[in-house]
């Protein structure tokens, strides 16, 4: 069973610029998660969809962060304008009502 | 409001030395008590996990045990191994309500040779 898929592996950006981040999870899972991860720390949930329906997204920076789940399988997530605290990895997860798998991560540095 | 404490923030054990991470939290209402390895460029992989209706749970070297009236559970690394080097993250969720996940600050671990 192939795993949980993001791309790019790493991006590097210049603040006030856009990017924008691609997940594709483990198939037939119908809950994907997307997680800030700051250098030093845990991850951070930063927005959560069942399908294609957003769950908890208490925490997602609305005013600069996107995401969508359009068809209920592969997400993207959005950053515009970036700014130099946006500098984490962005981890995208993926279950199917139990345990939680991760991505490889997408390794973003803001300068 | 960190709702999940994690200590020590490292460690270093030496090679077949037990591994012990300990992790306390305020949400009564978390019912789903994971623990994660994680290895530098690489995300966090499932270690092993608990429940709160058992006090244990044991995979191979990697033994959980947890205290529901403390709030507290630790993970414990036996025979440790110079490859158990990672950062370790404790986390705990609401799972039946299909809640994320709230992790820890993490334990990295250094096992020398």
């Known amino acids: 069973e192939a795993g949980v898929a993001q791309s790019p592996r790493y991006k590097i950006i210049e603040k006030r610029q856009s990017v924008a981040f691609w997940c594709n999870p483990i198939?037939?899972?119908?809950?994907l998660y997307w997680y800030q991860q700051i250098l030093g720390q845990g991850p951070k949930l930063l927005i959560q969809f069942q399908n294609n329906g957003v769950v908890d997204d208490s925490q997602l920076p609305k005013d600069r962060f996107s995401a969508e789940r359009l068809k209920g399988v592969d997400s993207t997530l959005k950053i515009q304008p970036a700014k130099l605290e946006d500098s984490a990895v962005y981890l995208c997860?993926?279950?199917?009502?139990?345990?939680?798998?991760f991505g490889p991560g997408t390794r973003l540095l803001v300068l | 409001q960190q709702q999940v404490k994690q200590s020590p923030q490292s460690l270093i054990v030496q090679k077949g030395g037990i591994s012990i991470i300990n992790c306390a939290y305020e949400?009564?209402?978390?019912?789903?008590f994971p623990w994660y390895q994680q290895f530098p460029g690489k995300g966090p992989a499932l270690l092993i996990a608990i429940r709160p209706d058992v006090s244990e749970k044991k995979e191979g070297r990697f033994t959980i045990s947890f205290n529901k009236s403390a709030k507290q559970f630790s993970l414990h690394i036996m025979d440790s191994q110079p490859g158990d080097s990672a950062t370790y993250f404790c986390?705990?969720?609401?799972?039946?309500?299909?809640?994320?996940?709230?992790f820890g600050k993490g334990t990295t671990l250094s096992v020398s040779s």
């Open positions: 986390a705990a969720s609401k799972n039946q309500a299909g809640t994320a996940l709230i």
């Open positions: 198939s037939g899972h119908a809950t």
């Open positions: 997860a993926s279950s199917r009502g139990g345990a939680q798998y």
């Open positions: 949400n009564t209402a978390f019912d789903y």
